[in-house]
């Protein structure tokens, strides 16, 4: 069995529904597989719009309109007008649901985070319900399977983690022989109680790759709007190309720094070694990326990749050197502030720290960590606590990176042709990813020295 992976892109317009139905069609000659569908572009979003306004004693039917008619524009374009009524009546159904526990909220004034993920739950729900009753114009005997019956989670509404090893007996007694194609709405799952809860951030693809590793699937397809993960972003760097096949943790490195794909929510499937397919559901017929356990490829570097809006918190101070725990009190205090760090630099001296973050978290950084040391900043034991933003990182990733000679001169010697300054640096023992801090303003130039000498083999650089 094949898992395929449906994001919201490729339901953003009826027609796109329809396109997408063809596609699965088309998989489904090749043999069984689960659909693992997002919901309908924007339906997510309304439904939280609709629960905040009741909460606050508003009216919400046009909002719920709104959702309801999205999926009826699905029904009247993909099924037969003799179905559309019993489709539609079940949407309707759906709705009802969604409306009697609005009337809840409404009428206590709270919507617990339980409640919050009952509610999107539904809406998910519709997306996969309307597709798979398309789908069945073409394919009869497909199934839309509960998720809640698949997947067990723990009680943490809004970002549930998933209990793989009572999910995984579950999913291999539902897909046991299974020679048919089903579709089932992702992002959901259930506590052991049976409540509906959401995975989060790319739960979509979560769910998926839970299901894949799962069952054992031949093969995880993620089906998005690139043919493939590439060399480099297309739209600084002209000449990017596909990356034919990369290894799990080139992957791994190049999604973590500005990919588009979710790391995390791909891991179940990477750790019980199920090939990833990144396809592009514009351009069915182009194979994309294979991700496998094994880097295959004859080839040094696997891509580059840059992540924007990053700034650099730096402490330093003759009073660090040969202090036990400070980097200890450091990444604490960041982590009590929800700040996460992306990038570490430390000289050798201990006389500084600097970390990556997210520009958008400098400032309660700097706030959090001057508190943390106010005794040594007081006493001059540290200089100051200061950030710099307007940076982007750099990633030079290659899984045959490792132990190759006059690796850092290459990459430092082109950087400095293109007059790109270095502000920091940061590999991993690992050594397959060189990271680089730099000024934001020359990142696209950056990206395009690099590629043009590292991955096309250009000499000059240009």
Known sequence: MIIHALGRSALASPDRVQASIALIVEEARRGPLLLVLSPLPGVPERLSL????????????????????????????????????????????????????LGGVGLLRELSPRTADMVAAHGRWLAAYVFSEGLKEHLPDVRLLDPRDLIVTDDRYGSAHVRFAESRERIRKA???????????GSIGATAGGNATTLGRSGGKLSASVLAA????????????SDGI???DPKRVAA?????????????EIMHFGGFLYPPALIPAMKHR????VRNGSNPDFAGTLISAQCVEDRRFA???????????????SGMVGVTGVAMRLFGALARAGVNVILISQASSEHSIC?????????????????????????GLIDDVTFEDRLSIVAVVGERMKRTMGLAAIIFGTLGDADVNVKAIAQGSSELNVSIVIDAADSSRALEALHARLIENREDGR
């Open 50 to 101: 609709a629960a905040d306004t009741v909460l606050d004693g508003g009216a919400v039917e046009p909002i719920l309109r709104e959702v309801e008619e999205s999926h009826f524009a699905v029904v009247r374009d993909t099924v037969d007008i003799k179905r559309q009524s019993g489709v539609i009546a079940g949407v309707r159904h759906r709705m009802n649901q969604i409306e009697d526990v």
């Open 303 to 317: 891509g580059i990749s840059v992540m924007d809006d990053v700034a650099l918190l730096l402490i330093q101070g």
């Open 214 to 225: 799962a069952a054992g699937a031949a093969e995880l397809v993620v089906w998005t709007e």
């Open 274 to 277: 199920v090939p990833i397919r």
């Open 240 to 252: 990017a190309r596909p990356i034919e096949r990369m290894s799990y943790v080139e992957a791994t």
């Open 230 to 232: 590439l060399t480099a």
């Open 175 to 185: 897909l046991s022989g299974a020679s048919f194609c089903a579709v089932v709405p």
């Open 355 to 379: 970390v990556g973050i997210l520009a958008a978290d400098s400032v309660r950084a700097q706030d959090a960590v001057t508190e943390e040391f106010k005794i040594e900043l007081d006493e």
